[in-house]
């Protein structure tokens, strides 16, 4: 179906982002492309439609072949029939406003007749499970209807192929899994090969026929069980199985179960979690925001301890970034108090509030604006009034690599997170405040990103977490509020909350049961 | 009236009409007219759509445009004759032998500072219309609606106006984040601190977009022999002949009016047999395309009957629709008349097919975009 002879690829000169790839996907088959940020798992899968090097420039040396016809030079606008593309954020690529129209957009291009159209909109509208949305505004949808209109958006067009960037990476659990059971369908009922790049390998691997990992400049495929022994990236369950020495290794927490009897034999009794509770940075009451008529957030009360990291979840839409915002006192409040270190942020002066409280907003680019890093850490330092090179100081220890000359656009999702987090940290706030932080971040990034949060938890800030990702929030959190319509549904220590919802169980906790949750501390038991 | 959304060519056909009958006019009474009628068609009935919130951005610019020409009459002064009106004296500030023929500042007359006021008035009116259009019609649908053989070019066109109200977007979030920041001390870092991540954000989604679009088959080439391309070619050509000679007359006034309206006519046919001829290659259908029904014909119409009626007025009573500069402006109530029915449509179309309130995108998402 799809074959890559002999191909390489560079974007500038002989720089190769891989080289000497022979790849083949058969009819029916769901792959899955992992590796680390910046891999060039995007650009593989660009390669399948045309859009690299279409549309990215760079030098493709092989052959690309879609049904056994070669595709090189060929727009992405002339495959458009044989290999669906899902972007990775799909709101940003709708060309319409109405679900309905969305779905029609591509057969529009193809100049199918009109009566085709109505019919496969309404079939693809049921296949789906969408079809109470089909006069929707796109924007008004959560973002698991807009994954999934994105892919109806294609199917209309009967691809023989479907390539997904990331098509879960936005999305809260539950409506992730939605979206993977539907793609898993597509494979089973219309015979589709479905290649999906993902961080998250936990949600997909179980759906998988087989692996592609990019690493090192070099494309390697093989079954999951057999590519995982050796992959640079892996989710915790298979992590767990090698800590277990368990061959193969388990790919579903089902297979994992059955073997846990040999593992919780080894296991001694977990440490208890260690209290940290310092004086109370942050005490909210009954906080509440509205816009218009609509209430984001009802009466929330939260309490942060200094050297405390509070995991906040929910759905998308819950009311979690506006709560942040509101603690921030950048966001107005209806009703209730925030007190950070004894004072509302809301009334004081704009240095005042940065010194107790920093945010990191979901869009942390955001927050710069100049050439290099080296003016970033300066202006940073300035604007906090502390000695300069105490933000370059911080980065340092959060990034090491980042060289002052980098252009700010330029560094990887996660250096540039660790850059706004060493400008927000600069002024030492009191409380540190992240929303929704592991966007594109693999699992190492995500483990640095880790190991920084607890060792500023450890310095006495105290630290409020905003995320989607049940596995790090189980890693980086103390205790966990899950938020839902706006209210607080649930509170408490992070073994507890997490290991009782059926949604957002760590992998570990599913396949150990409670209390376990990390494979990290799996590891310090066997000891 | 069922709630629907009207055709995105109609209001921009009635916005090109205000904005025509603006070009018409000097008479500050009539434009400021067209300025308070495209603002309460957008008022009474624009959406909550993103697109939509960039009225108040023209507004703005509008405002200050008229701001801008009163300025610059006072810096760049006229020399007063004894009859001129002098409103304000003020040093005039000697240029050297090479600027000769360029005044600063010096007394300031009447007339030039009504002639600035008009002329501002009357820009701002035309950059008021684009953006009422702007907010009324969805651009998104507008690109549906252009003939086949102009897709392309259409396009081009919808992505550069889609960038502006999204930059609306961009401005509100980023000016939220940049209070997570010190402002810079110094007067361009501030400027710079909004206006960098905005140009970036406002990059990355065209190119996003424009990747969507091509992965969905935008734009596929269809078949066309040497010879149809040659015919459309010459087409083309033709239509564009005629119409410079059509338009060159019109403008002229000492030319032949059959000359105008021949050159005209025969472009605008050529033109269009042209877009049908290019169009027939392109293999592209519409799913439940927009149709024009009553209330988009009566909008167009509202338009075009603006345009007509002011062009007309001015040909019965030319000191109606340009005053003379000076004294105050003599109102014609025939010309106020004919540019009230340009607010027609506040009232005779449909409301937009989202109830305004009722689907108002959840805060996360509002955070997020």
Redesign the interface.
């Known amino acids: 179906m799809l074959e890559l002879r002999d191909v390489s690829f560079a974007y500038t000169g002989t720089d190769w982002t891989w080289q000497h790839v022979d790849l083949r996907l058969d009819e029916g088959e769901l792959v899955l492309a992992c590796g680390r940020t910046g891999s060039g798992k995007s650009t593989l899968l660009g390669l399948f439609n045309g859009l690299v090097p279409h549309f990215t420039g760079g030098t493709l040396a092989g052959d690309v072949l879609v049904d056994g016809r070669s595709i090189l030079g060929l727009p992405p606008r002339e495959l458009a029939h044989v290999v669906g593309f899902v972007p990775q954020d799909p709101l940003s690529g709708f060309v319409s406003d109405v679900v309905e129209d969305e779905l029609a957009y591509g057969m529009e291009q193809l100049g199918l007749p009109a009566q085709t159209m109505r019919r496969r909109v309404e079939e693809t509208l049921d296949l789906l499970g969408i079809a109470d949305l089909r006069r929707r505004p796109l924007r008004a949808l959560s973002g698991g209807q807009q994954q999934r209109v994105a892919i109806g958006a294609v199917l209309t067009m009967h691809p023989r192929v479907l390539v997904l960037d990331e098509p879960t990476s936005a999305l809260d659990p539950t409506a992730a899994e939605d979206v993977l059971a539907t793609v898993a369908r597509l494979v089973d009922d219309l015979g589709l090969t479905v290649v999906i790049a993902e961080h998250r390998m936990e949600r997909v691997i179980p759906f998988a026929d087989r692996l592609v990992v990019v690493h090192d400049g070099s494309v390697s495929v093989g079954e999951p069980a057999a590519a995982l022994v050796d992959s640079p990236v892996a989710p915790p369950i298979v992590e767990l199985g090698r800590l277990a020495g368990w061959d193969p290794l388990p790919l579903s927490v089902r297979e994992a179960r059955r073997r846990r009897t040999d593992l919780l034999a080894r296991l001694r009794e977990p440490a208890p979690p260690q209290v940290r509770a310092g004086d109370a940075v942050l005490r909210a009451r009954g906080v509440s925001v509205a816009y218009k008529s609509f209430a984001a957030v009802r009466e929330v009360d939260l309490d942060v301890a200094a050297g405390e990291v509070v995991g906040l979840m929910g759905r998308n839409g819950s009311g979690k970034s506006s709560l942040l915002w509101a603690l921030r006192g950048a966001q107005k409040r209806a009703a209730g108090t925030v007190e950070i270190g004894g004072d509302d942020p809301a009334t004081m002066s704009a240095e005042d509030a940065r010194a107790r409280v920093g945010l990191v907003p979901q869009t942390a680019a955001d927050l710069l604006y100049l050439e290099t890093v080296a003016e970033e850490c300066a202006a940073a330092d300035d604007q906090a009034a502390v000695p300069s090179g105490t933000c370059r100081g911080l980065l340092d220890r959060l990034a090491p690599e980042i060289g002052d000359a980098q252009h700010p656009r330029d560094l990887s999702e996660g250096q540039r997170l660790a850059l706004v987090l060493s400008v927000v940290l600069t002024s030492s706030p009191l409380l540190v405040v992240l929303d929704e932080p592991t966007r594109g971040l693999d699992y190492a990034g995500k483990a640095a990103l880790t190991a920084i949060l607890h060792d500023l938890a450890a310095r006495g800030h105290g630290v409020v977490v905003a995320s989607h990702d049940v596995e790090f929030v189980a890693e980086v959190a103390d205790a966990v509020v899950v938020m839902a319509e706006g209210e607080v549904v649930s509170r408490g220590p992070a073994a507890e909350v997490l290991a009782e919802s059926p949604s957002f169980a760590p992998q570990v906790s599913k396949v150990l049961g409670p209390p376990w949750l990390t494979v990290p501390q799996v590891r310090e038991a066997l000891r | 009236m069922l709630a629907r959304d009207l055709h995105p060519g109609a209001w921009w056909l009635w916005a090109i009409g205000l904005a025509a009958a603006a070009t018409f006019t000097l008479n500050p009474v009539a434009l400021l007219l067209i300025w308070a009628v495209a603002a309460l068609v957008v008022m009474a009935r624009r959406s909550e759509?993103?697109w939509a919130l960039s009225f108040r951005l023209y507004v703005f610019l509008a405002i200050f445009i008229v701001v801008l020409r009163v300025v610059f009459r006072i810096v760049f002064g006229t020399a007063a004759t004894d009859a001129d009106v002098i409103v304000l004296h003020l040093p005039e500030i000697p240029l050297p032998e090479a600027a000769r023929g360029i005044q600063l500042l010096g007394d300031v007359t009447l007339v030039a500072l009504l002639s600035g006021f008009y002329d501002g008035l009357r820009l701002g009116a035309i950059v008021l219309c684009v953006g009422a259009a702007n907010a009324l019609a969805?651009p998104?649908?507008l690109?549906?609606s252009v003939p086949p053989a102009l897709y392309e070019v259409g396009t081009a066109v919808v992505v550069a106006l889609t960038i502006f109200p999204q930059l609306a977007e961009s401005v509100q979030?980023?000016n939220?984040?940049r209070?997570?920041?010190?402002?810079?001390?110094r007067g361009v870092?501030v400027l710079?601190?909004v206006v960098?991540?905005v140009l970036?954000d406002a990059l990355e989604?065209s190119?996003?977009?424009?990747?969507?679009?091509?992965?969905?088959?935008?734009?596929?080439?269809g078949r066309a022999t040497a010879r149809e391309r040659l015919v459309t070619g010459v087409l083309m050509l033709v239509a564009l002949f005629a119409l410079c000679v059509g338009i060159y007359a019109y403008l002229d006034a000492t030319a032949p009016r059959a000359l105008a309206v021949g050159g005209l006519a025969v472009g605008l046919l050529t033109a269009a047999a042209g877009l049908w001829s290019a169009g027939r290659r392109v293999?592209?259908?519409?799913?439940?395309p927009d149709r024009w029904r009553t209330a988009e014909l009566v909008t167009a119409g509202a338009g075009i009957a603006v345009a007509i009626g002011v062009d007309r007025a001015y040909a019965l009573d030319p000191f109606a629709v340009v005053p003379g500069l000076d004294g105050w402006p003599e109102v014609s109530p025939w010309v106020l008349a004919i540019i009230m029915v340009g607010a027609l449509p506040a009232f005779v179309t449909p409301p937009p097919a989202?109830e305004r309130?009722t689907?108002?995108?959840?805060?996360?998402?509002?955070?997020?975009?």
């Open positions: 759509a993103p969805n998104k649908r690109l549906k979030r980023v939220r984040a209070q997570l920041r010190g402002s810079p001390r870092g710079r601190r960098v991540p970036e989604r190119m996003t977009l424009a990747m969507g679009m091509d992965a969905r088959g935008y734009g596929r080439s293999e592209r259908t519409r799913y439940r989202v309130g689907q108002s995108p959840s805060p996360e998402e509002v955070v997020d975009a």
